[in-house]
């Protein structure tokens, strides 16, 4: 994984450029967020863990809507961004696979767009991962880009690095397997300046 943080390190002011107007723009990340934030107040107060939070901006997004959010990211520019754009945030550098966090400690986790550098192997590990550092009763929502047409995960030529799309009921089944039950997954078409599909899985960790 050395790779991916270097490559993000790499672009990274790039991408705080590219990314910097798209949660304004884009009503369904807002709304998923919303209801991850709401599913979080009503059931479960503690540290929500923004894993592979690039520049910040959904972490900061989560504090917005009172959430008691954080930052980890395996590109040490990245945080350094992260620190830079949102002072008052906590930014750490790390790695989803082994996470610096004692088991239970995390009410809410968040993976926007970051499980998909890993290699499909290592997801299932990524997934016991979650569900050690989240309390039962925690909440886990990912987003990631989908492929519906068929139950294979497939490699893309993501701008930074290679990626990979995965089937929602893959993932959501792979997830399960941890002890993740599914509160709602959302799958919408691409919108302009997109290729695929994207998915948004919100699951619950069985208490
Ligand atoms: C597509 S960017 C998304 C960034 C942010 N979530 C956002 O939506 O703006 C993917 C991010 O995941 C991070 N990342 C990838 N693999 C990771 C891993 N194994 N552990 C922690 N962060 C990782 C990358 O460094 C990068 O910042």
């Avoid at 709304?31 to 863990?49: H, T, Y």
């Avoid at 939070?53 to 972490?59: A, M, N, Q, W």
């Avoid at 040490?76 to 610096?100: C, K, N, Q, V, W």
């Avoid at 993976?111 to 009763?137: C, K, N, T």
């Amino acid at each position: 994984m050395t790779d991916v943080g270097t490559a993000y390190d790499e672009i990274a002011e790039l991408y705080v450029e590219f990314v910097k107007d798209d949660l304004a723009a884009n009503p369904f990340d807002r709304a998923m967020l919303d209801l991850f934030a709401e599913s979080l107040r009503d059931n479960e107060s503690g540290p929500v863990a923004d894993v592979g939070c690039g520049p910040g901006r959904i972490t900061d997004y989560l504090a917005s809507l009172g959430l008691d959010a954080f930052g980890i990211d395996l590109s040490a520019r990245m945080i350094t961004l992260a620190r830079r754009a949102y002072p008052g945030l906590r930014f750490d550098e790390g790695s989803m696979e082994r996470l610096d966090l004692a088991d239970g400690a995390l009410a809410g986790l968040v993976a926007w767009y970051s499980i998909i550098h890993l290699p499909p192997d290592r997801i299932p590990d990524v997934s016991a991962e979650f569900a050690r550092v989240l309390r039962p009763g925690g909440h886990a929502l990912l987003a990631f880009q989908a492929i519906e047409t068929t139950d294979a995960v497939e490699a893309f030529d993501h701008r930074v690095i290679r990626a990979y799309r995965w089937p929602p009921q893959r993932l959501a089944a792979l997830l399960r397997a941890d002890g993740f039950t599914e509160v709602c997954r959302m799958v919408r078409k691409p919108r302009p300046g997109e290729r695929f599909e994207q998915a948004y899985l919100l699951v619950t960790k069985d208490r």
